[in-house]
């Protein structure tokens, strides 16, 4: 009897303790921690049920399955070197970096197979295409604009997928070894060119340098000696205002002195003396003198002098 109870003791005991375990394996099944930036895609019975963002969830056990584990982290995948072709017939090896993020889970999930291929392959065609679109010579000066380009038309493409493309990056432009050797060649004839066009804007430069201090040069000259004519000129003119009044003054002080008797004879002795020098200046310049019959002798000239003086004192 006691064995029986026994047995049926340790039986029990079994089941609780298969119980327990039980229960710890459907609490394990059914608590899930899901990670920072991650989202679990679930599926009951294979069908879509939730996406369980960060944090505590609640799972039913052997009905929920974890379908997908996509995290929203920006992720950068590298773009193998392919060949392009641009608009003027160039073939260049491109490659660059991609940089993505989740944005729909469920369309992440269900939308694509292989949502990073599938991006890569549209920025490998898409990158075919924008270099179609441009010159060799572009490709180089627009590279921004090219990634723009490109950036653009993968968002257009991948909406459906849930994914956001948010820049390519060009890492490389590689173009025929033909092509190096002429773009080479004219960056040489490109730097000679600049060379001498800046030494001819020197020279220029220097030309104009040198005409300019002549031109100053004959400026100043040119006021220098305006400036020493003006002064010259003040000068004579100064010159011949003082002379002429010394000569005002003179004749003002010969008619005051002439107003007087003495004044008077002085003047009749100055016209006489005059007269007769003046004769003599006649005979000096000519060989032949004619003069009147009563005019020989100085004493008819003095006496011819006197009557004009005479004249003009009555006269006065």
């Given at each position: 009897?006691?064995?029986?109870?026994?047995?049926?003791?340790?039986?029990?005991?079994?089941?609780?303790?298969?119980?327990?375990?039980?229960?710890?394996?459907?609490?394990?099944?059914?608590?899930?921690?899901?990670?920072?930036?991650?989202?679990?895609?679930?599926?009951?019975?294979?069908?879509?049920?939730?996406?369980?963002?960060?944090?505590?969830?609640?799972?039913?056990?052997?009905?929920?399955?974890?379908?997908?584990?996509?995290?929203?982290?920006?992720?950068?995948?590298?773009?193998?070197?392919?060949?392009?072709?641009?608009?003027?017939?160039?073939?260049?090896?491109?490659?660059?970096?991609?940089?993505?993020?989740?944005?729909?889970?469920?369309?992440?999930?269900?939308?694509?197979?292989?949502?990073?291929?599938?991006?890569?392959?549209?920025?490998?065609?898409?990158?075919?295409?924008?270099?179609?679109?441009?010159?060799?010579?572009?490709?180089?000066?627009?590279?921004?604009?090219?990634?723009?380009?490109?950036?653009?038309?993968?968002?257009?493409?991948?909406?459906?997928?849930?994914?956001?493309?948010?820049?390519?990056?060009?890492?490389?432009?590689?173009?025929?070894?033909?092509?190096?050797?002429?773009?080479?060649?004219?960056?040489?004839?490109?730097?000679?060119?600049?060379?001498?066009?800046?030494?001819?804007?020197?020279?220029?430069?220097?030309?104009?340098?040198?005409?300019?201090?002549?031109?100053?040069?004959?400026?100043?000259?040119?006021?220098?000696?305006?400036?020493?004519?003006?002064?010259?000129?003040?000068?004579?003119?100064k010159a011949i205002i003082a002379v002429a009044s010394a000569q005002a003054e003179a004749l003002i002080t010969v008619g005051n002195a002439a107003k007087t008797e003495e004044g008077q004879k002085a003047v009749q002795l100055d016209l006489a003396t005059k007269a007769i020098d003046a004769k003599q200046a006649i005979a000096k310049e000519s060989t032949v003198v004619l003069l009147p019959d009563s005019s020989t002798e100085a004493?008819?000239?003095?006496?011819?002098?006197?009557?004009?003086?005479?004249?003009?004192?009555?006269?006065?």
């Amino acid at each position: 009897m006691e064995t029986l109870v026994e047995l049926l003791l340790a039986n029990v005991f079994s089941w609780q303790f298969i119980g327990l375990v039980l229960l710890l394996v459907i609490a394990f099944r059914s608590l899930k921690f899901v990670p920072q930036n991650r989202v679990y895609v679930i599926e009951r019975f294979g069908k879509f049920q939730s996406c369980r963002e960060a944090g505590l969830n609640f799972l039913m056990p052997f009905i929920d399955k974890i379908s997908a584990d996509r995290s929203l982290k920006e992720q950068a995948v590298d773009v193998p070197s392919q060949g392009a072709i641009t608009r003027d017939n160039i073939t260049l090896t491109v490659d660059g970096v991609l940089y993505f993020r989740v944005l729909d889970p469920f369309k992440a999930t269900y939308g694509v197979e292989d949502y990073s291929f599938a991006v890569v392959q549209l920025a490998q065609t898409t990158m075919r295409s924008e270099l179609g679109k441009m010159e060799l010579d572009k490709t180089f000066e627009e590279r921004d604009k090219l990634n723009q380009n490109i950036v653009e038309s993968i968002n257009q493409a991948s909406e459906p997928w849930g994914v956001q493309v948010l820049r390519y990056e060009i890492k490389d432009i590689v173009p025929p070894a033909t092509i190096m050797e002429a773009m080479e060649a004219q960056m040489k004839a490109e730097r000679v060119k600049r060379a001498q066009i800046l030494e001819s804007e020197g020279d220029r430069q220097a030309a104009i340098n040198v005409a300019e201090g002549q031109k100053q040069a004959q400026v100043l000259a040119a006021e220098a000696d305006k400036a020493q004519q003006i002064l010259k000129a003040e000068g004579e003119a100064k010159a011949i205002i003082a002379v002429a009044s010394a000569q005002a003054e003179a004749l003002i002080t010969v008619g005051n002195a002439a107003k007087t008797e003495e004044g008077q004879k002085a003047v009749q002795l100055d016209l006489a003396t005059k007269a007769i020098d003046a004769k003599q200046a006649i005979a000096k310049e000519s060989t032949v003198v004619l003069l009147p019959d009563s005019s020989t002798e100085a004493s008819s000239v003095v006496a011819q002098a006197m009557t004009i003086i005479n004249t003009l004192n009555k006269g006065i």
